[in-house]
């Protein structure tokens, strides 16, 4: 399975960004996908998740009413719709799929693909 985060850039403070992940090789309908971020020195973190039919999501408190995440099975992909982006939102953000219990920590994820970064300016 391969994973390919795509639609960062470099956006000022208030903007929005909409990043899509796609994944090859296998179907990912049935998995819990999730989001998570890093930014330079510091460790990768939880940013959203979606149950596999998109009926629950699941997101950090630093993020919750800001960002929005979904997803199409049909096109084998996830979507997170970020608003109100702030300068502390900028990182690379990785799409990966659950394959253990826990919807936050990122050992429950695997297949990371390569990351989008995205820049927020103030």
């Known amino acids: 399975v391969q994973l390919q985060a795509f639609g960062g850039g470099l956006v000022q403070a208030g903007g929005s960004l909409r990043l899509s992940c796609a994944a090859s090789g296998r179907t990912f309908s049935r998995y819990v996908m999730g989001w998570f971020r890093q930014a330079p020195g510091k460790e990768r973190e939880f940013v959203a998740a979606i149950t596999w039919n998109g009926g629950n999501t699941y997101y950090a408190d630093s993020v919750n009413g800001r960002f929005t995440m979904s997803r199409d099975n049909a096109k084998n992909s996830v979507y997170l719709q970020m608003n109100s982006l702030k300068p502390e939102d900028t990182g690379t953000y990785y799409c990966?799929?659950?394959?253990?219990?826990?919807?936050?920590?990122?050992?429950?994820?695997?297949?990371w693909g390569q990351g989008t970064l995205v820049t927020v300016s103030s």
């Open positions: 990966a799929i659950r394959i253990r219990r826990g919807i936050t920590p990122a050992a429950s994820y695997d297949y």
